[in-house]
Structures are given as structure tokens and as C-alpha cells.
């Protein structure tokens, strides 16, 4: 793309964020980006992603090693556990930060000196494709532009949103209980500081050009520095508008059209993930038309997923399975089920009742779980999560505790590896990693309980033992997604249609992209054996289909297949 054009285009983006704004900015953030003569057009139904891609979920200092600097050990045990399993590696917040686990950034440009270098960055970067936080709609309340803020100096003064307060903020979604507004004292007076998530976590201003143009050129450095995946956290309620929801605004969203406009002229394979843990159809809105995220999370597959394996009902996952869009190529799906924050409960509102909204709370609270709540308007509350170790989670069902956890526990992550989009592995999920009492209690943080840091000796010693659940998870795991890789009906973008075969299977089927292979998924999702007959599936009888876990040819159609509990089922004609 001509540098003209490529100017045009960004301006027709900053019209709608900033109408009476010249033009003056795009020329500036084209300079920011370090443009250097045309710039390829990047085809924005290209799909960067094929069934290959597996990614992982982790801190920096998620393994440790006293001997070493956090991102060292992680490499180290990626390379040494994961390297042919997994192609992509979601490093949380690295920087230096004054809580939430690095999510109140005190400096962009750095990385926390008690995790490693950005030497250590650009080693990981160089063997993985490396998603990073770019943590875009707050800072920490001790950044030093937060202190220039109070300071009244340039250029913090302007970068944090403020308003009267006496400002009509009954209609804003609020994901926390904490007061919205927070009196701060500065030069300038009392001023009352808007905080989203906590008084910690202060809103940033994007109504500033000049702050956007910050963060521009952030985001350049984090590409030199080898990032090619920008996941923007909390997108979501980046543009504020008192008097409305402050959710998802027409602005928030032109924002992204324009960070994905700059980014893939800089870097054609660059992505863009959407962390917006909102209800299913405005989670949905962030594909835009191709020109907003390139992947978004599906943030209604962890509470679904769960309720199914606890209740031994697909209903609800079935039918919202049924209703989702095959994402249009260049766009795709973040499937996860486990992650650093908690099970979101906000996709399933309006979909599980209250009543079965509450059993799952009980059965996960006598699992050792947690719930963490947010405000509603009139000060009511509502839940907002479930904090739990997943393999915690999958310890038993509503009648409580059995023996079947870890074969619950990997037929969910079998199903969510299987699905149209790009599966996520949370690093606890891999190793199977109980809840850590000690850390909640220690910190008093609901997330923390699923935040373990494994000392990198202990768990080397124990993935070595077959006898644990950790050693016996990830083999599995791994031998599962070996078996996924090698199939082109589990390209991402691959079709998908929803199969109804009864209570206590969930099932589907992908076909690939060339239609030369089709796989039936069939998963027993209870602690019973269950069964169904293969005519039911409409088999091409023609074709020999197999299980690809377990090589049986199945030959005669009316046969009665048995599943065992938990059992997977992948059958292909390939």
C-alpha cells in the first residue's frame, strides 16, 4: 500500500474517534510506527493459523528456579516439555507493576527486573510465537505517570480519566463491587480518578490524541522486540462516556480497527486478540467485518463447558454451539477453559437459570472454589466468576467427589482442542494443579488459588513420576493434541456442524477445508457408560472410519458403540 493511501486510511479511522481533530496525528503515528517507504497490504481473510497452533497460558515466574531468572526457567521448561506440542506462548504482564499480578502496569517499556531481561523476551519470541498484554485501558495509581498526574506535570496530567463527582455514572457495567470514582488529591485540586477495576487500576483518557500516540508507540517497541500477538486487555470499556454503559462504545471499537490498521502494515503476521469478557453477541462484535480482532476469546465455552461436565446435561453447550457463526476467514476463536482469572459468569447470563447458575456455585465453592461478585446498579450484587483450579473443578459432580477426575478433566480440554478456532492451555491445566489455598490465603486474593508457582525441581520430579496426576495429565494431553495436529479437519476456520445424539454426549463435526476429511467428535460427558448407534452419524459408507485414538476400524454401521465414562470418541475417514 502506497504511503498516501495507508495515510488515508488512518485518518478515516481517527475521524471517527476524534471529528475535530486535523490531520496532523495520522502523519504522527505513521512516524511512531517507523513506516519505511510502501507498506504491504495485508489480505484481511488471509488465515495466519492452521491446525498446528496450540497455545500456552502462563506468568513469566508461573515456574521458578533459585538459581535463575523466572523467564530463564520458563523457557527452559517449555522447550524442555512443550516444544513439540505447542507453537504459540501468551506471557502474562511482565512489567513492572503494583498488583493484580502485573495487570497495573508501573512501566511499559520495561520488563520486571525480578522476572529477567528483554533479552530473555526476544529468546522465547524467537522460538514461539509470543502473545503479550498490552494493558490498555488502565495503569497503576504509583506509575510515574500517574504521578505526574498529581503532579500536575506533563504530559500524566492529561492522561487519566477524570470527572465531577456528581457525574451520572448509574448506567455504567461495572465488573468489580469497589467504588467507580476515587478522590485523588493533586496540585490541581481534588480530583475524582475513574477506576474500573480497582482503586490501583486507573483509567486511562483515550479522548487525549496524545496518549494514543503513546501507546502507538508501545506497541512499535513491543514489536521490535518480537511480540506478534497483542492481546488488549479489557478492551471493552476503554471509551468512557458518563451517562452510558462506558461498554463497548463506538470509539472503543475504531480504536481497534485502527491498532489492527497499524500494526499489520508494520508486521503483516502480527494479531490482535480481544480479551472482552462480556455477553456472547457483544463478545462477537470485536471480528467487526474482518477489520477489528483477528481472534477473540470464547469467553461462553469455560462456564458452559463446566456446567456440562458437572451435570452430565449438554443442553446449554449444545445449544449455544448450535448458535455461534463460523468465524469468516482471517478471524478465528481463542478456545480456553482454564486461564490466570477466574471462570467468567457473565457470558452465561440469560442462558443458565439462577437456580443452576447457584447449584454450579455450590458444587465449585465445596471444591475448594471461590466467587467473586460485581456491582449491579441500586449497590446489588451479581457474580462475576468462579476462581478454582480447573483440575480442582473437574474433581467430581453435583453429587460431589469421585474417581473420575482426570478422565473429566482431559475429555474437556479432548472437546475444546476439537472445536472450530485456536486452543489455549493454561499452564496449571498441563500440569493438573490444584487449587493453592495457601497463596489465596496468604494474599487474600480470590485469584490467587489458581495462580500456583511450581518450583521448577519439584515439578520436573513429579511430571517424571507416571503414578501422578500431573505426569499422567500431560501425557495425555499431549499425546491428544499430537493427534490434533495431524488433522485438517481441525484447521480453525475448518466447518462445523452440532450432532444430536443424545443425553450425555456432546457431539459434532468438523470437516476440512478441502472436504477430503471429515471427523466425527463424540464425548461421553458423564460418569456412566452411554451409547449410540453409528447410522445415527450418516456415515459415508464407502469410506473406512476410524477412532483416532484408539485405531478401531469400525466396519458394520448398525453396530452399537459403548462409551465409557468420559470417554472420547475422534472418527475420521482419513
Not at 501468551?90 to 508501573?106: K, M, N, R
Not at 475448594?368 to 457474580?383: I, Q, T, Y
Request: with cysteine; net charge negative.
Amino acid at each position: 500500500m502506497a504511503v498516501s493511501s495507508l495515510r488515508d486510511r488512518i485518518i478515516l479511522h481517527l475521524e471517527v474517534i476524534y471529528p475535530d481533530l486535523d490531520t496532523s496525528l495520522a502523519d504522527r503515528l505513521m512516524q511512531a510506527m517507523g513506516y519505511d517507504g510502501e507498506q504491504a497490504s495485508p489480505d484481511p481473510h488471509l488465515n495466519r493459523w492452521d491446525e498446528s497452533d496450540v497455545i500456552t497460558i502462563t506468568y513469566a515466574n508461573s515456574v521458578t528456579r533459585d538459581s535463575e531468572t523466572p523467564l530463564h526457567t520458563l523457557q527452559e521448561f517449555l522447550d524442555h516439555h512443550l516444544h513439540d506440542t505447542i507453537t504459540d506462548v501468551h506471557i502474562l504482564p511482565f512489567f513492572p507493576y503494583s498488583s493484580d499480578d502485573g495487570f497495573a502496569v508501573l512501566n511499559y517499556r520495561q520488563v520486571n527486573g525480578s522476572m529477567g531481561e528483554w533479552e530473555d523476551i526476544e529468546s522465547i519470541a524467537s522460538r514461539y510465537r509470543l502473545m503479550a498484554d498490552l494493558v490498555v485501558n488502565h495503569c497503576s495509581s504509583r506509575s510515574e505517570w500517574f504521578e505526574q498526574f498529581k503532579r500536575n506535570e506533563a504530559p500524566g496530567r492529561d492522561y487519566f480519566f477524570t470527572v465531577p463527582p456528581d457525574a451520572d455514572v448509574s448506567e455504567v457495567v461495572r465488573p468489580r463491587t469497589n467504588p467507580l470514582l476515587q478522590a485523588v488529591e493533586t496540585l490541581d485540586g481534588t480530583r475524582h480518578v475513574w477506576c474500573t477495576f480497582s482503586h490501583d487500576q486507573v483509567d486511562l483518557d483515550f479522548r487525549n490524541p496524545e496518549l494514543l500516540l503513546e501507546m502507538v508507540e508501545i506497541i512499535a517497541f513491543y514489536l521490535d522486540r518480537g511480540v506478534r500477538v497483542f492481546r488488549l486487555d479489557a478492551i471493552a470499556f476503554l471509551w468512557k462516556v458518563p451517562g452510558t454503559s462506558c461498554l463497548n462504545l463506538p470509539e472503543t471499537h475504531e480504536v481497534v480497527r485502527l491498532f489492527r490498521t497499524l500494526i499489520e502494515h508494520r508486521e503483516p503476521d502480527a494479531l490482535i486478540v480481544t480479551e472482552t469478557n462480556i455477553p456472547n453477541r457483544e463478545n462477537l462484535a470485536y471480528f467487526g467485518n474482518a477489520n477489528e480482532a483477528h481472534i477473540i476469546y470464547n469467553f461462553a465455552l469455560p462456564p458452559l463447558l463446566l456446567h456440562a461436565m458437572v451435570t452430565g446435561n449438554n443442553h446449554y453447550l449444545r445449544n449455544w454451539l448450535m448458535s455461534m457463526p463460523p468465524a469468516q476467514d482471517g478471524t478465528t476463536y481463542l478456545n480456553f477453559i482454564a486461564s490466570h482469572d477466574g471462570i467468567g459468569l457473565r457470558p452465561i447470563e440469560g442462558i443458565l437459570t439462577e437456580e443452576e447458575t447457584g447449584q454450579l456455585l455450590l458444587t465449585m465453592q465445596s471444591f475448594g472454589g471461590r466467587v467473586s461478585w460485581r456491582n449491579l446498579n441500586h449497590d446489588e450484587v451479581k457474580p462475576y466468576e468462579i476462581n478454582i483450579s480447573l483440575f480442582s473443578a473437574m474433581q467430581g459432580t453435583l453429587q460431589g467427589p469421585d474417581e473420575w477426575q482426570v478422565e473429566r478433566f482431559v475429555c474437556a480440554h479432548t472437546i475444546m482442542a476439537a472445536l472450530e478456532g485456536i486452543p489455549a492451555f493454561y499452564i496449571h491445566s498441563l500440569t493438573a494443579t490444584e487449587n493453592d489455598q495457601a497463596k489465596f490465603e496468604a494474599t487474600g486474593n480470590n485469584r490467587a488459588i489458581n495462580r500456583h508457582v511450581w518450583d521448577a525441581d519439584v515439578l520436573d520430579h513429579v511430571l517424571a513420576d507416571e503414578n501422578t496426576d500431573s505426569s499422567r495429565v500431560m501425557a495425555r494431553l499431549k499425546s491428544m493434541l499430537a493427534i490434533r495436529k495431524q488433522q485438517p479437519a481441525f484447521h480453525p476456520n475448518a466447518t462445523q456442524y452440532t450432532l444430536h445424539l443424545g443425553e450425555g454426549l456432546f457431539c459434532f463435526w468438523r470437516q476440512s477445508r478441502r472436504r477430503e476429511q471429515s471427523i466425527f467428535c463424540i464425548h461421553n460427558i458423564t460418569r456412566h457408560q452411554v451409547s449410540f448407534t453409528l447410522s445415527d452419524l450418516n456415515l459415508v459408507e464407502t469410506n473406512e472410519w476410524r477412532d483416532l485414538f484408539k485405531g478401531e476400524v469400525f466396519e458394520d454401521f448398525l453396530q452399537v458403540v459403548e462409551l465409557a465414562p468420559y470417554q472420547c470418541l475422534w472418527l475420521t475417514n482419513r
